[in-house]
């Protein structure tokens, strides 16, 4: 018979994930209404209001997207509460940001804020909840929450109401891990899509991931592939894509229009065409066309945090990629486009 193991003498999980705060707070807000009073009773800015009491009912959900939200505020909650209380008469509805010790997107804040102005609910809050350090540590950015609440003090709050296990979930959370943690790819892969939304009007199409287990560490495939319809057709070849493509090896970070099985003519022709304006040509061995503009002199484009390290670096593939867009599309509109 194999010895028995003590829980104690189990390696410990080497740091918690934001989704774990996410799944263990929503659960929370759902069973428990006075935790949704206790986060609101604390001082709040830009002037915003909250009502007083215990909600009569509370729904959470976590990971909502924003893709249609109006006035800048697109992005991903982490956790969305809906909360309604019959005294006071009427719902607040807040927006939860929470952070372990990822690095602040570009605005944030700011755009949770403006989702939650936007919403019919009687009163909204943007409400971030991270580690006390990080919380102190970035003032500024704190700053375009309504409000903020440290995991810290959310432990106390599980401890006072006899939630122990989540307490001390929340506790290892605001211990920083003991080595670089990469990005949760679908953070990445939203905040990649939102600066070039911003910037440029392009949107990512649906993204694919290989994940691995080495100490957090992730990978996206190599590419970031532009939404369809971004590129028009052009005769001899099948849907053209834009792709967006880290750094290798051989080459370095750059935007790529991929024409899959392009004839014999329509290479001879766009080749010309794509050389004269600077771009890169090359034809794998499968007979996808590749036409290609570098940007050798900004800094690697790499899948780590912060994210902010990487934006003048993504602006620079971005504006490449719309250079290759307008080439494409003005050729393909042509009356004399290649292939024809």
């Known amino acids: 018979m194999a010895p028995k193991i003590s829980i104690s003498d189990l390696p410990p999980v080497p740091w918690v994930r934001e989704r774990d705060v996410d799944l263990l707070l929503a659960e929370l807000l759902s069973t428990e209404p006075s935790l949704t009073s206790w986060i609101i ?4 800015r830009h002037g915003a209001t ?17 893709p249609d939200a109006v006035g800048g505020a697109t992005g991903e909650t982490d956790v969305v509460v809906s909360a309604d209380y019959l005294i006071a008469g009427g719902t607040l509805l807040l927006s939860i940001e929470d952070k372990v010790w990822a690095a602040p997107q570009r605005n944030q804040g700011a755009r949770h804020r403006a989702y939650v102005d936007g919403q019919p609910a009687t009163w909204g809050l943007a409400v971030l ?6 919380i102190s540590g970035r003032p500024c950015e704190v700053d375009h929450y309504h409000l903020d609440v440290s995991l810290e003090d959310l432990a106390q709050w599980c401890d006072e109401h006899d939630f122990g296990f989540q307490a001390s979930v929340f506790r290892q959370a605001c211990t920083p891990p003991d080595f670089d943690v990469a990005p949760d790819l679908q953070d990445w892969h939203l905040a990649v899509d939102n600066l070039l939304a911003g910037e440029f009007g ?3 199409a649906p993204q694919n991931y290989v994940r691995t287990r080495n100490h957090g560490k992730a990978k996206p495939n190599r590419w970031a592939s532009c939404a369809l319809g971004t590129l028009e057709s052009i005769p001899g070849t099948e849907s053209p894509q834009l792709r967006l493509k880290p750094a290798s090896t051989n080459h370095p970070s750059r935007a790529a229009i991929e024409a899959p099985k392009a004839s014999h003519d329509l290479v001879e022709a766009v080749s010309v065409l794509a050389v004269a304006h600077g771009f890169g040509v090359r034809v794998t061995s499968a007979g996808t066309l ?18 902010e390290d990487q934006v003048d670096h993504l602006v620079a593939v971005g504006r490449a990629a719309m250079e290759l867009c307008a080439w494409w599309n003005s050729m393909a509109l042509d009356d004399e486009s290649p292939g024809e």
């Open 129 to 134: 909840i991270a580690p006390r350090d990080w």
């Open 50 to 66: 909250a009502p007083s009491g215990v909600p009569c009912s509370v729904q959470a959900v976590v990971n909502y997207s924003r």
């Open 202 to 204: 392009l949107r990512l």
């Open 290 to 307: 590749l036409v290609e503009r570098y940007v050798p002199d900004a800094m690697a484009w790499t899948v780590t945090a912060p994210f």
């Open 41 to 44: 009773d604390r001082d709040r």
